[in-house]
């Protein structure tokens, strides 16, 4: 069983798409275990990015990331980083296959509406930073 990270990132929350990208994950298999709406503050951004901070995109992407309202959710399934990635499709959504989220719901390469935490230890380090273990659920996905 494994946990990811997903952000609905500003330019989707505008476009009134939260529920149908948090769907197209549930839709997936995975078990949605926690999801709030905040906006980041750039110090949370750059935490969040810390990996991308040598990068030229990395000041673009901070002003982006806290340009607005985000939905933050923690889903729990079976290879959950990488099925979450597959429905999520390319970063540059022209890239992105045929019914991905980037694909359907991505403006460009850097508003591409979602992010997925990348590896278990990433995934346990972006769920601490948005989420206090008693905000994660434990029920039994039917
Ligand atoms: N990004 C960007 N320009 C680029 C590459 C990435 O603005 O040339 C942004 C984009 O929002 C992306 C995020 O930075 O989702 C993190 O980049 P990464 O390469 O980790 O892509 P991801 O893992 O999100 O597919
Ligand atoms: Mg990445």
Not at 1 to 19: I, Q, T, W
Not at 55 to 62: M, V
Not at 93 to 115: C, L, M, S, W, Y
């Amino acid at each position: 069983m494994e946990r990811s990270l997903v952000l609905v990132k500003p330019d989707a929350v505008e476009r009134g798409f939260s529920g149908a990208i948090i769907g197209r994950i549930e839709e997936a298999g995975m078990k949605l275990i926690a999801l709030k709406m905040l906006k980041l503050s750039r110090e949370n951004a750059e935490q969040h990015y810390s990996v991308h901070s040598e990068k030229p995109f990395f000041p673009g992407l901070i002003n982006y990331i806290t340009s607005g309202p985000i939905m933050a959710a923690v889903f729990e399934g079976e290879d959950a980083i990488n099925t979450i990635r597959k429905v999520m499709g390319a970063t540059n959504p022209e890239k992105a296959d045929t019914g991905t989220i980037r694909k359907d719901f991505g403006t460009d390469i850097e508003r591409n509406a979602v992010h997925g935490s990348d590896g278990p230890e990433t995934a346990a380090q972006e769920i601490k930073l948005y989420f206090s273990g008693i905000e994660l659920q434990n029920y039994a996905r039917k």
